[in-house]
């Protein structure tokens, strides 16, 4: 069973830049299509980002299109988001996930029940 922990998270100023990772464990995910999502206070949990399982395909919410940028490694089993010109409506806790599938299409695949593993967030605060 593939366990995901995300970290990184922390507190930053609006305009700063956060890196956060997310680590598989318990079997591989160099196989799987991997997301990004987050839940602001009050909110569902909304979409972020995915890449497809050999990192060569990526779709980005509007809200976060131009400032962050989703990568993975497969040899270190980790996905990572890199998140720039922060804002304070960012903040939120936000979550890995990995689905049985090696690909992603545009507008598809946008849903939590489209993955299949979680991990259990990181927070992320942007002050103003």
């Known amino acids: 069973q593939v366990q995901l922990v995300e970290s990184g998270g922390g507190l930053v100023e609006a305009g700063g830049s956060l890196r956060l990772s997310c680590t598989a464990s318990g079997g591989t995910v160099a196989g799987y299509a991997m997301a990004w999502f987050r839940q602001c206070s009050g909110k569902e949990r909304e979409f972020v980002s995915t890449i497809s399982a050999f990192g060569g395909t990526s779709y980005y919410a509007d809200s976060v299109k131009g400032r962050f940028t989703i990568s993975r490694d497969n040899r270190k089993n980790s996905l990572y988001l890199q998140l720039s010109s922060l804002r304070p409506e960012d903040t939120g806790v936000y979550y890995c996930?990995?689905?049985?599938?090696?690909?992603?299409?545009?507008?598809?695949?946008?849903?939590?029940?489209?993955?299949?593993?979680w991990g259990q967030g990181t927070q992320v605060t942007v002050s103003s």
């Open positions: 996930a990995a689905a049985r599938r090696s690909y992603v299409r545009a507008n598809e695949f946008l849903q939590p029940n489209d993955y299949d593993f």
